[in-house]
């Protein structure tokens, strides 16, 4: 999808995220975002690190076409899922319901397709609860299957474990990778935590000053461990890059 002006010399794949000099300003101050370019390749799972106030989830929300950049040229598939920090389900509608919600687009509301997905994120028995009855956790999950549901070419995830404790955070993180695994959808991760990032994701960008400051591939296999020598040294470049200095 085209978000901004004429933009005849990129050819963008199905599931690919293009950004190209986009710049970002809140009224009369310096840029947000400042010149920055970007590609996510199809199916491709990326974490974005970055210190607070750094741009984050302004890049996150021009990319999910929640604002309008200043300047510059965002490309990203018609068919895309944001997953924010809190689950944002409406309290009125049962769990398969806010699910399904979101294939109305295409028609009438889906409930075995709902069902289906909550099952894959192991919900499969709390299908018709209140969503003020679940867990922080359990509303991740389904806010994961809403995500899903209409089979999206990329998924933009903000913060989306920060609200939750250390071990729902692992189990979420490994039922990700599974659902990630299973859809071939191109994933950004917007994180605070380095060792998320360094679990998860093919590539590990650092926003910085406006721009990606640092743009690196993690080539260790999965399951990736926080010990491994290799994960060690990426988590004190990372940090070191963050401002975090570590010896
Ligand atoms: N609607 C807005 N109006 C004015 N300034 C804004 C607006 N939204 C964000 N900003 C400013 O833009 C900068 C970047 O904010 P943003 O929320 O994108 O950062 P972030 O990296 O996501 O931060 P955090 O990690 O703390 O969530 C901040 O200085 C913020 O105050």
């Given at each position: 999808m085209v978000q901004s002006q004429q933009t005849p010399h990129i050819v963008q794949q199905r599931g690919e995220v293009q950004v190209r000099a986009?710049?970002?300003?809140?009224?009369?101050?310096?840029?947000?975002?400042?010149?920055?370019?970007?590609?996510?390749?199809?199916?491709?799972?990326?974490?974005?690190?970055?210190?607070?106030?750094?741009?984050?989830?302004?890049?996150?929300?021009?990319?999910?076409?929640?604002?309008?950049?200043?300047?510059?040229e965002v490309h990203v598939p018609?068919?895309?899922a944001v997953v924010?920090?809190?689950?944002?389900?409406?309290?009125?509608?049962?769990?398969?319901?806010?699910?399904?919600?979101?294939?109305?687009?295409?028609?009438?509301?889906?409930?075995?397709?709902?069902?289906?997905?909550?099952?894959?994120?192991?919900?499969?028995?709390?299908?018709?609860?209140?969503?003020?009855?679940?867990?922080?956790?359990?509303?991740?999950?389904?806010?994961?299957?809403?995500?899903?549901?209409?089979?999206?070419?990329?998924?933009?995830?903000?913060?989306?474990?920060?609200?939750?404790?250390?071990l729902t955070r692992l189990q979420m993180q490994h039922l990700v990778l599974r659902l990630w695994a299973r859809h071939a959808c191109s994933i950004l991760l917007v994180t605070h935590d380095v060792d998320e990032a360094l679990l998860l994701a093919d590539r590990v960008l650092v926003l910085q000053e406006g721009h990606i400051h640092m743009d690196v591939c993690i080539d260790i296999p999965r399951p990736r461990h926080h010990a491994d020598p290799d994960f060690e040294a990426l988590r004190t470049t990372l940090l070191n890059a963050l401002g975090v200095f570590v010896d």
């Open positions: 986009l710049m970002h300003r809140f009224g009369a101050g310096r840029p947000v975002l400042d010149n920055l370019d970007l590609t996510i390749r199809a199916g491709e799972f990326v974490a974005l690190l970055g210190r607070s106030g750094s741009g984050k989830s302004t890049l996150l929300r021009m990319l999910a076409g929640l604002g309008q950049p200043t300047r510059g018609s068919n895309k924010f920090q809190e689950s944002r389900l409406l309290p009125w509608m049962r769990v398969w319901q806010n699910v399904a919600l979101a294939t109305l687009p295409e028609g009438k509301a889906d409930r075995t397709r709902a069902e289906r997905l909550l099952g894959e994120v192991g919900l499969s028995h709390r299908t018709d609860a209140w969503p003020l009855t679940l867990s922080g956790g359990e509303a991740q999950r389904v806010a994961l299957s809403r995500a899903l549901v209409r089979d999206p070419d990329f998924i933009m995830l903000d913060e989306p474990f920060g609200a939750l404790d250390a």
